[in-house]
């Protein structure tokens, strides 16, 4: 397959991946319009009225748990791509590999040292 058709398929596949969401939010519009109701706009838990407000701060503990979520989402990042380079590059692959997830488990073992992951 040559590039020309590559991307003529990905503008195909596009215009039709648009298409397919034009078409499906019109059936919606037509089939019944949103019903305006007083309830559908009060912020609500499990269908009782929340007594915080819904703009609150999130205490400062939680950015310890975001911060470990990213950086474990970004070594499964960088992992896919070298996971499909890794049979032509070979053990220098490996080892750059290994290096990553050292320096990721000396994060880890640092958080757990300073007590991220004790419940509070």
């Known amino acids: 397959m040559s590039g020309t ?10 215009l039709g991946t648009v298409g397919v969401v034009l078409s ?7 089939m019944g319009p949103a019903q305006r109701e007083p309830g559908k706009d009060v912020p609500a ?3 009782v009225l929340s007594r915080d407000p819904v703009w609150g701060r999130y205490h400062a503990r939680y950015y310890g748990y975001a911060l470990l979520f990213l950086a474990f989402d970004m070594e499964m990042a960088f992992m896919y791509p070298w996971a499909v380079v890794y049979k032509e590059v070979g ?3 490996l080892l750059d590999m ?3 997830l ?9 958080g ?9």
Not at 6 to 11: A, E, F
Request: proline fraction near 0%; charged fraction near 5%; hydrophobic fraction near 55%.
């Open 98 to 100: 290994g290096v990553f």
């Open 91 to 93: 053990m220098v692959a």
């Open 102 to 110: 050292a320096i990721l488990f000396l994060g880890l073992l640092y």
């Open 24 to 30: 499906l939010y019109g059936l919606a519009r037509i």
């Open 45 to 47: 838990s499990s269908g």
């Open 112 to 120: 757990w040292s300073q007590g991220a992951f004790r419940r509070q």
């Open 5 to 14: 058709q590559q991307y003529l398929l990905l503008l195909g596949m596009a």
